[in-house]
């Protein structure tokens, strides 16, 4: 409870001084690079915060420290004329909107820091660039919307601070640990790949994934699967796992090794497609539905 209390009030201490100490774009908007752009005339450099209050477009690769973006105007995206970088050097918080331009080209955007998504967030590419650990959110009214999302720093984790959800992706992880705050207890998928974590998990922790979801190099540790737990690698769970969905190879002859025990109310199986599945638990509780 004291860490659920206090979270939302140091992020808002962030915002707070962010906002009176930052470089503000004007409600209308421009080039990045302009100085007519910028309340006072100061175009930010990398060391600079930046709060964005219009729509600001991007003509050539743009850094800055800590990024905020405001609604219901804050808008930051890529000239129709060509691939556009974002550097967030810091903490990005979006609470507006972050996009390829609707008339073309795209927007990368790196990220040294948190990354709190609260308004629409949608550039090709997310890098996670950060030397140490680094917490997201995209929870369900605000997802990830992105076609790719990579970690680049293996040693450090990521922290879900809430719920995530995304679609229609490839998310690589790095081969982080993937950690769970305690406000987060579940991962949301709609046709996503996810590969390459070792995610730190309990039964507590559920997995809703679509049909047309697969994992690539993921361990777990306790985990309850409630969609469709797809694999095409060795998927090792050093906890207990419970399934009320489908657990199912993809591809290839993976082997899910559960290190304490197995309930099953769902469908444990070899994919239709063709090769198969093995499956080691410790311990089969039950197998309250399909056989394997």
Same mark, same amino acid.
């Given at each position: 409870m004291f860490m659920r209390t206090i979270m939302p009030l140091l992020l808002l201490c962030i915002v707070v001084s962010l906002s009176s100490q930052a470089i503000h774009s004007t409600v209308y908007g421009g080039e990045w690079h302009h100085n007519a752009t910028w309340v006072g005339g100061i175009v930010p450099s990398a060391s600079d915060d930046v709060v964005i209050n219009g729509p600001v477009y991007l003509t050539y690769t743009a850094t800055c420290n800590n990024l905020e973006i405001t609604e219901p105007y804050g808008v930051i995206n890529n000239t129709s004329l060509g691939y556009m970088t974002l550097n967030v050097n810091g903490s990005l918080t979006n609470h507006g909107t972050v996009r390829n331009n609707p008339?073309?080209?795209?927007?990368?955007?790196? +990220?040294?820091?948190?990354? #709190?998504?609260?308004?629409?967030?949608?550039?090709? /590419? %997310?890098?996670?660039?950060?030397?140490g650990a680094q917490t997201i959110s995209f929870g369900e009214d605000h997802p990830f919307g992105g076609q790719y999302l990579y970690r680049t720093v293996s040693a450090e984790p990521i922290i879900l601070l809430d719920d995530f959800y995304a679609s229609n992706c490839t998310i690589h992880w790095g081969n982080s640990p993937l950690q769970f705050s305690?406000?987060?207890?579940?991962? +949301?998928?709609?046709?996503? #790949?996810?590969?390459?974590?070792?995610?730190?998990? /309990? %039964?507590?922790?559920?997995?809703?994934?679509?049909?047309?979801?697969?994992?690539?190099?993921?361990?777990?540790?306790?985990?309850?699967?409630?969609?469709?737990?797809t694999m095409s690698s060795n998927t090792p769970v050093s906890g207990e796992l419970v399934n009320h969905g489908t657990i199912q190879n993809w591809g290839t002859y993976p082997v899910m090794t559960v290190d304490g025990t197995l309930t099953n109310y769902g469908t444990i199986s070899n994919n239709p497609g063709g090769f198969w599945l093995t499956v080691t638990p410790k311990e089969m509780c039950s197998t309250i539905g399909h056989s394997m």
């Open positions: 008339l073309g080209f795209t927007l990368t955007v790196y +990220v040294g820091g948190d990354l #709190l998504n609260y308004g629409t967030f949608t550039p090709v /590419t %997310l890098y996670l660039n950060g030397s305690p406000a987060a207890s579940k991962i +949301v998928t709609l046709n996503v #790949l996810i590969q390459n974590a070792s995610v730190a998990s /309990t %039964l507590s922790h559920e997995m809703h994934m679509s049909e047309t979801c697969r994992i690539h190099n993921l361990s777990f540790g306790g985990i309850t699967n409630l969609g469709y737990l």
